[in-house]
């Protein structure tokens, strides 16, 4: 009878100790599946977000790219609009930038746009502004809630800074890089799109170009015109 009550007793005592085990192990399992899955996905949301990051980043001059550009005046355009309030775009081109390629070689004319978005990316501090290469030695830059007067003191800071990083242009009239601005802004009304921005700060840009280069120009459309 002793001996089948200690048996009895050892066999409960190792079934409790087996199940204890069992159990413990099963909470290990699952706190390492845990672990490795938050690790996976982990892994997953850096990747999503360098893939972003690389879609709206352009590789030479690290500024937003046309894609990026796009978005931002999508979004820009229609809250404003519920806002009533301006949408500035500035539009720059790098003067003579063919020649400067052409006569100091495509490495010298990369490290020239490097600059020149470096000179030109601190005007876009505020939330929702931005600054973008527009394509080639074209750049923009958005100013939600600017007038064409602030966002043409923007304008001027730039010139100025690029005209600061003083890279030698033998083939330009000023002797160093210099760039053209064009500037508008305005109220979106109801209807239209930013293409109707993109236009009058284009031809504003024309026009800089067509006064001598090294300036800026605004635009002679009003809001609702331009528009």
Known sequence: MIVAANFVVLSAVFFALLGTFLIERGLRQNYLQ????????HDLEATNLRLQYLTAIDGLTQLANRR?????????????QRKQEPLALIMLDVDHFKLFND???????DECLRGVASAIKDAARRPGDLAAR???EEFCIVLTGASVEQA???AEQARDKI???AIPHQRSSHGLVTASFGVASVVPPVGGGPEALILAADKALYQAKKEGRN???LAEEGPQAAA
């Open 34 to 41: 845990g672990r490795l899955l938050a690790f996976e996905k």
């Open 152 to 154: 043409s003191q923007v």
């Open 134 to 136: 527009y394509g080639g």
């Open 103 to 109: 006569h100091y070689g495509h490495q010298a004319g």
């Open 163 to 165: 005209l600061q990083l």
């Open 215 to 217: 300036r800026v120009a």
């Open 68 to 80: 990026a550009l796009d978005s931002a005046l999508a979004t820009e355009w229609p809250r404003a």
